[in-house]
């Protein structure tokens, strides 16, 4: 096992800086660990394993093997000192539950936490985390609405509120959009908009889609599914 005093130096300038520290490199954990790497935070990456930890090495700010559901290994490595924490522990339920524990206990100030059922996330919640996810239920319910051929992209900003990338229905074509009056009729808003060969633009009043475009509506879910059924 690595000393960790020769990483907490380390490990308390990356918390300095633009940084999260990521606990547990499975699959969502290190989807999500390289992504925020792309994106420019630096990144400290924890995990039980050694040879996990290895091919992290030169991918991620600092990757280190250690056993995160010990307070003073947390503390050696400066997991304390991070405002951002994402516990992404996979099927070691129990591991989880401890290392976020542990981490509201040393007062971190945003705790995400990945959970694998419904009582995991309770439990998590009832703890204090600050936000609980799962994964592979919000992947299913996005691909569902996928799947029903409606929606080019679909994401549920929260219970009740979702967004969607869709092709103009025929009715809002080659007419601005101040003019169709949908979000009186229909109960959505389109945001934005995209034309093949261009970026996505802001859509506002005077804005005129045609075919082979696409747009974003936002709005209650079920008013959002309703429209993107429309042709």
Known sequence: MAKFSLFSDTSRRIAEA????VIGLGRFGSALAEELMLTGTEVLGIDRDEEIVQSFNGVLTQVVRADATKEEVLRQLAVD???????????DIEASILTASLLLHLKVPVIWAKAENAQHGR????????RVVFPENDMGRRVAHLVRGAAMDYLEIEPGYALAKIAPP?????????ETSIRKTHGITVTAFKSAGH?????????????????????????????????
């Open 199 to 231: 970026e996505w633009q802001n859509a506002d009043g005077q804005t005129v889609v045609g075919d082979g475009d696409a747009i974003l509506i936002v709005g209650p879910t079920q008013r959002v599914e309703s429209f993107a059924q429309l042709r």
């Open 170 to 178: 025929a009715f809002i074509r080659g007419v601005p959009l101040g």
């Open 123 to 130: 439990i998590l919640s009832q703890l204090g985390v600050h």
């Open 81 to 91: 000192q991070f405002d951002r924490v994402v516990v992404s522990i996979g099927h």
């Open 18 to 21: 633009d940084s999260v520290a």
